[in-house]
T-cell receptor, first 114, second 106 residues
């Protein structure tokens, strides 16, 4: 069974631009969660989607948004990029809600904002 | 919110040595996972272990949920074990510890 895939793997953007990252979960998994990893803050939860609905949201500004499609694929968008948004963005999928089921991570998208 | 503490923060081992990594958490949880992050950033699942003991080759893990801690044992360490080990727990989302950086020297 194929694992979680994320595209693109690397991205360089300029301050003020916006970016869209994509995540395809493991086949049959309906929950997708997004995490941000930075050297200073570690791994932090952004949001979780289940059956196209956002179920939980972390403590991030409204510039960070996401959505999930009917095939469970998910996208996250960051608008008006800031230097501090440079990070590794990780997507995780699970059968159901992340509170109970094991989560599996994709390889990540490394975003650099200049 | 729930707090997750991992110890030690850094660990240097000689190849072949054994080690124990610890994860303490501050509240009851639905789930606990151990991950190994490779140099490219990928989080590799090691164990899904909300309670009890599991073994997978040279690695084993034990979670004592009533006392709010988990241990990851690595035996006969190899250089390929190097990397960062994370413990993460879920109330409803994964809350990660700061990780243990493991360096195995040949």
């Amino acid at each position: 069974k194929a694992g979680v895939t994320q595209t693109p793997r690397y991205l360089i953007k300029t301050r003020g631009q916006q970016v869209t990252l994509s995540c395809s979960p493991i086949s049959g998994h309906r929950s997708v969660s997004w995490y941000q990893q930075t050297p200073g803050q570690g791994l932090q939860f952004l949001f979780e989607y289940f059956s196209e609905t956002q179920r939980n949201k972390g403590n991030f500004p409204g510039r960070f948004s996401g959505r999930q499609f009917s095939n469970s694929r998910s996208e996250m968008n960051v608008s008006t990029l800031e230097l501090g948004d440079s990070a590794l963005y990780l997507c995780a999928s699970s059968l159901g809600g992340s509170g109970v089921y094991e989560q599996y991570f994709g390889p990540g998208t490394r975003l650099t904002v200049t | 919110g729930i707090q997750v503490e991992q110890s030690p923060p850094d660990l240097i081992l000689q190849e072949g040595a054994n080690s124990t990594l610890r994860c303490n958490f501050s509240d009851s949880v639905n789930n606990l996972q151990w991950f190994h992050q490779n140099p490219w950033g990928q989080l590799i699942n090691l164990f899904y272990i909300p309670s009890g003991t599991k073994q997978n080759g040279r690695l084993s893990a034990t979670t004592v949920a009533t006392e709010r801690y988990s241990l990851l044992y690595i035996s006969s360490s190899q250089t390929t074990d190097s990397g960062v080990y994370f413990c993460a727990v879920t109330p409803y989302k994964l809350v990660f510890g700061a990780g243990t950086i493991l360096r195995v020297k040949s």
